[in-house]
Each structure stands twice: as C-alpha cells, then as structure tokens.
C-alpha cells in the first residue's frame, strides 16, 4: 500500500527557514516523479516543485531560488527546504506521488504558517 | 501560464441528482486535463485523468469529458459522500495549474 507522510511544518517567523519531509511506503521514491503541492488556508491548489526519476528539478516562479527539492534514496524520503519565507508561504503542503503528469497518491499535507 | 476557470464556483444539489462541472482552459491542453476531489480536512484524490480516464477505484457515476479547451465533469447520481470541492488541472504547459474549484454542497 502506497502510504506517504508529511512531516516539518510549524509556525516560523518571515524570513526564516523549514525543511519539510515527506516519509514514502510502498513504492521507490526514486523511480517516480514526485511533488510538493499546496494549499493556501481557504484557498485552491498550487503546484509547487517536482523531481523527476533522473534528479532533474522545476519550481513555480512563486518559489524559485528560495526552495529546494530534494530526496534522500537509502531514506525512501522526498524533500522540501523552504528559506527566506514569506507570508504568502503560509499553506498546507502535500508531498504527491505523480502519474503521467497528474498526482496520483498524497500525503495528509503538513501545515506552515510563516508569520511574526 | 495556462489559466484554468471553473464554473459554477457553488453547485446546491440534493442527493440522487445529477452534478455538472464546467473547466474551461485559457488555451487549447488538448486532453492533458485531470479532476481531484477534496473534503475537508482530507487530501485531494485524482478521480479522471486525460479527461475521461477514472482512476483506480472510481465509482462509475463519476465521467469526464471534453477536449482543447473546454471539460465536462459528472457526477451521474449524487450520493451523500459526493458533497465536496472539486479541482482541474492542466499538464499539458509548464507549469501544472489547478482550477479554483467548484463547491459541491448539499440543497
């Protein structure tokens, strides 16, 4: 059974930093593409960065040069180090297995409120 | 960036009815289109892919349609566990965006 768990968040002041991880079962994290996504409190769905099989990486223009994705193989485990946060950072993040392009399998999310 | 609009934003149905959701792309992404389904409280789940595809384990009352620019997605037969939020996504353009939803609530 595929099972993913989000771990990391928490309150953080603006400017701060938070690496989110994302515990995978049930399947090879380095086989697939894998996501993060979230959702702003009330709000819909955002994309946020995805990591191909081979290792390559892409990031919403809303994250890039403040978030890195990443994965640790031999820990079956997704990443997501978030610096320089914003309040407009504040969501729920989910961490997704992908499909074909689509999201296939996510996790419960983890909560990140960036505020002082 | 692909700009996804859905309507109608609240959709007040009673059970046993039939629901329809419209997704209509800002330019052509071919079938590159998928549904999720979120309640509260709860992750989304991917219900059609390529437009028209159920994923594993989707009840049949779910069907999506449509093509270039404009989809369809119904729900034949309302049953109580259907009241949600509904979201599309695109990925045929780089990068992936998401519709903003449409509130499936009980009349």
């Known amino acids: ?116 | 960036e692909i700009v996804l609009t859905q309507s109608p934003a609240t959709l007040s149905l009673s059970p046993g009815e039939r629901a329809t959701l419209s997704c209509r792309a800002s330019q052509s992404v071919s079938s590159y289109l998928a549904w999720y389904q979120q309640k509260p409280g709860q992750a989304p789940r991917l219900l059609i892919y390529d437009a028209s595809n159920r994923a594993t384990g989707i009840p049949a009352r779910f069907s999506g349609s449509g093509s270039g620019t404009d989809f369809t997605l119904t729900i034949s037969s309302l049953e109580p566990e259907d009241f949600a939020v509904y979201y599309c996504q695109q990925r045929s353009n780089w990068p992936p965006t998401f519709g903003p939803g449409t509130k499936v609530d009980i009349k």
């Open chain 1, 1 to 116: 059974e595929v099972q993913l768990v989000e771990t990391g968040g928490g309150l953080i002041q603006p400017g701060g930093s938070l690496r989110l991880s994302c515990a995978a079962s049930g399947f090879t994290v380095s086989s697939n593409y894998m996501s993060w996504v979230r959702q702003a409190p009330g709000k819909g769905l955002e994309w946020v960065s995805v990591i191909y099989s081979g290792g390559s990486t892409y990031y919403a223009d809303s994250v890039k040069g403040r978030f890195t994705i990443s994965r640790d193989n031999s820990k079956n485990t997704l990443y997501l180090q978030m610096n320089s946060l914003r309040a407009e950072d504040t969501a729920v993040y989910y961490c997704a297995r992908d499909w074909d392009g689509y999201n296939l399998d996510w996790g419960q999310g983890t909560l990140v409120t960036v505020s002082s």
